[in-house]
């Protein structure tokens, strides 16, 4: 059986049955459930996501679809096991370093 693991990353955690279960979804923190239950619980590998937003509750009507995509795609999900002290992130999260300036060389000026 292939594992999933998924964070939600909203600001509130999500209670859904499948097949007479809870399964929970706890703000930021990582669940793993079956490759199955994530295909039927949040459309994992279907790229059309609408037919899951109504069932979850986070669109009930046609004009909130927009707002409900984003919602959904705030469960981050991948098969691999996130790292320890770590959030699943599909960027890689690096500050860059500052650039050093420099002062110096020639001001032109502009005449008309």
């Known amino acids: 059986m292939t594992i999933v693991y998924v964070t939600n990353k909203n600001f ?11 399964v929970s979804f706890p703000t930021n923190e990582t669940v793993e459930i079956p490759i199955e239950a994530a295909r039927h619980i949040l459309g994992y590998g279907d790229n059309n996501k609408e037919p ?21 795609a705030n469960f981050v999900m991948t098969e691999e096991a996130p790292q320890q002290d770590h959030f699943l992130s599909p960027v890689v999260e690096q500050v860059p370093l500052p650039v050093a300036k420099r002062a110096g060389g020639k001001l032109l000026s502009l005449t008309a």
Not at 61 to 70: A, F, H, M, R, V
């Open 52 to 72: 899951y937003l109504a069932p979850l509750g986070l669109c009930l009507t046609s004009n909130e679809i927009p707002d409900g995509l984003k919602r959904l």
């Open 12 to 22: 509130k955690p999500l209670v859904v049955d499948y097949r007479g279960k809870d």
